[in-house]
């Protein structure tokens, strides 16, 4: 048998709907020299870690950590602890992520009602209201920032209307956390998940998530065990709350955390208002860049995530070959369309460190020549 030759991967700009741009300093961390778990140092390291996220997330949830594994996983712990065979799931689809939150719901036998909007658009309040008055779900399912469209979705309103209800609130902030303004306890948010290669700009494989005291009640009072073992917020609440107590759960992917713990100082250290700002800024001068190439946001300006453009391919051209072009011609990364955008769009990713404007210009003038 040969042995394979040791990796040597492409230096490439990450325009993509993630993983973004990873700063030098978040990748060196990751080769500090290995601790145990359970190790002093590396209980300070998590303790540090939650009350970063919990800035980051603007919550004093006690229950703010990091699930070891990516933005799908912490969307399954939501929901297959919050959601028993025979409760009411009320989910909100406007693109992949809520039909994958569906997908889940209806996996952890809830009965499944969806609140749908046209792929491109955000969901309506009104209709949410609505669907409330025909069934009494225990969670409602929402998803902030749409990656798959490029919708932002206001939550203000309906974070109202779900706990008029009784419902408890469970959002999707991958895309959203370090982008652009996400209030968890301002917003009444029960449950939210994230990933660290988003607008984090940590590697990928990790979700920060946070639940609130009303959903950790909901997980503790079940009548039914949690069919995961591993997602299991009774069971992992001891490891993630412990202090100096934590108990063993399982082994937490030390050499990522520590990468996360650099990705957050980060985070903090611009300013989270400096950040938002920042993602706002270059999704003008990339706003402005396309439209002198004649091309179009798929979104209506109002609702737009500044962090992931979603834009019509210009008629005629083919879409596959200038993604294919840009990566190996010019080592960029941007994303296709998915779903019902699948060969018509292009996604373009300005994330964490990936949101620049070395990143804008480059990315225009090689559209410009491919094009
Ligand atoms: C990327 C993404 C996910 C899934 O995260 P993974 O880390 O790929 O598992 C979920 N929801 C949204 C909105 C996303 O953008």
Same mark, same amino acid.
């Given at each position: 048998?040969?042995?394979?030759?040791?990796?040597?991967?492409?230096?490439?700009?990450?325009?993509?709907?993630?993983?973004?741009?990873?700063?030098?300093?978040?990748?060196?961390?990751?080769?500090?020299?290995?601790?145990?778990?359970?190790?002093?140092?590396?209980?300070?390291?998590?303790?540090? =870690?939650? +009350?970063?996220?919990? &800035?980051?997330?603007?919550?004093?949830?006690?229950?703010?950590?990091?699930? %070891? @594994? *990516?933005?799908?996983?912490?969307?399954?712990?939501?929901?297959?602890?919050?959601?028993?065979?025979?409760?009411?799931?009320?989910?909100?689809?406007?693109?992949?992520?809520?039909?994958?939150?569906?997908?889940?719901?209806?996996?952890?036998?809830?009965?499944?009602?969806?609140?749908?909007?046209?792929?491109?658009?955000?969901?309506?309040?009104?209709?949410?209201?609505?669907?409330?008055?025909?069934?009494?779900?225990?969670?409602?399912?929402?998803?902030?920032?749409?990656?798959?469209?490029?919708?932002?979705?206001?939550?203000?309103?309906?974070?109202?209307?779900?706990?008029?209800?009784?419902?408890?609130?469970?959002?999707?902030?991958?895309?959203?956390?370090?982008?652009?303004? =996400?209030? +968890?306890?301002?917003? &009444?948010?029960?449950?939210?998940?994230?990933?660290?290669?988003?607008?984090? %700009? @940590? *590697?990928?494989?990790?979700?920060?998530?946070?639940?609130?005291?009303?959903?950790?009640?909901?997980?503790?009072?079940?009548?039914?065990?949690?069919?995961?073992?591993?997602?299991?917020?009774?069971?992992?609440?001891?490891?993630?709350?412990?202090?100096?107590?934590?108990?063993?759960?399982?082994?937490?992917?030390?050499?990522?955390?520590?990468?996360?713990?650099?990705?957050?100082?980060?985070?903090?250290?611009?300013?989270?208002?400096?950040?938002?700002?920042?993602?706002?800024?270059?999704?003008?001068?990339?706003?402005?860049?396309?439209?002198?190439?004649?091309?179009?946001?798929?979104?209506?300006?109002?609702?737009?995530?500044?962090?992931?453009?979603?834009?019509?391919?210009?008629?005629?051209?083919?879409?596959?070959?200038?993604?294919?072009?840009?990566?190996?011609?010019?080592?960029?990364?941007?994303?296709?369309?998915?779903?019902?955008?699948?060969?018509?769009?292009?996604?373009?990713?300005?994330?964490?460190?990936?949101?620049?404007?070395?990143?804008?210009?480059?990315?225009?003038?090689?559209?410009?020549?491919?094009?």
């Amino acid at each position: 048998m040969s042995i394979p030759q040791p990796l040597n991967p492409p230096v490439r700009y990450l325009m993509g709907p993630g993983p973004s741009d990873a700063h030098p300093s978040v990748l060196r961390a990751m080769a500090a020299p290995l601790v145990g778990h359970l190790d002093p140092t590396f209980i300070h390291t998590m303790n540090e =870690v939650k +009350v970063m996220l919990q &800035q980051l997330m603007k919550t004093e949830n006690e229950m703010t950590f990091l699930v %070891s @594994a *990516p933005g799908s996983a912490g969307m399954e712990m939501c929901l297959v602890n919050l959601l028993e065979p025979g409760d009411d799931a009320l989910i909100c689809v406007n693109g992949v992520f809520g039909g994958r939150m569906s997908d889940i719901a209806g996996r952890c036998g809830a009965n499944l009602h969806t609140v749908e909007a046209p792929w491109g658009q955000a969901i309506d309040p009104v209709k949410v209201k609505e669907a409330l008055e025909t069934c009494t779900p225990k969670i409602v399912g929402i998803v902030h920032g749409e990656t798959s469209t490029g919708v932002l979705q206001p939550l203000e309103e309906i974070s109202e209307i779900v706990h008029d209800a009784g419902a408890l609130l469970v959002v999707d902030a991958v895309t959203s956390l370090g982008g652009v303004d =996400v209030r +968890v306890d301002g917003w &009444q948010i029960d449950a939210l998940y994230s990933g660290s290669q988003k607008c984090l %700009s @940590a *590697p990928p494989g990790l979700s920060p998530v946070t639940f609130s005291t009303a959903a950790m009640d909901a997980a503790s009072n079940r009548k039914t065990k949690v069919q995961s073992w591993f997602l299991d917020l009774n069971l992992i609440a001891g490891y993630v709350t412990g202090g100096a107590k934590r108990a063993y759960h399982h082994t937490a992917p030390v050499a990522s955390i520590a990468a996360m713990h650099q990705a957050l100082r980060i985070v903090l250290e611009e300013g989270l208002e400096a950040r938002f700002a920042r993602h706002r800024q270059n999704h003008e001068r990339l706003k402005a860049g396309l439209a002198d190439l004649g091309i179009s946001f798929l979104v209506d300006e109002d609702i737009r995530l500044p962090q992931l453009n979603a834009v019509w391919a210009p008629g005629g051209c083919d879409e596959a070959r200038v993604r294919s072009q840009l990566l190996t011609d010019y080592n960029i990364e941007i994303g296709a369309g998915l779903g019902e955008f699948a060969g018509k769009a292009w996604r373009i990713g300005l994330m964490g460190c990936s949101s620049t404007p070395n990143h804008v210009d480059m990315l225009l003038a090689a559209l410009g020549e491919i094009l």
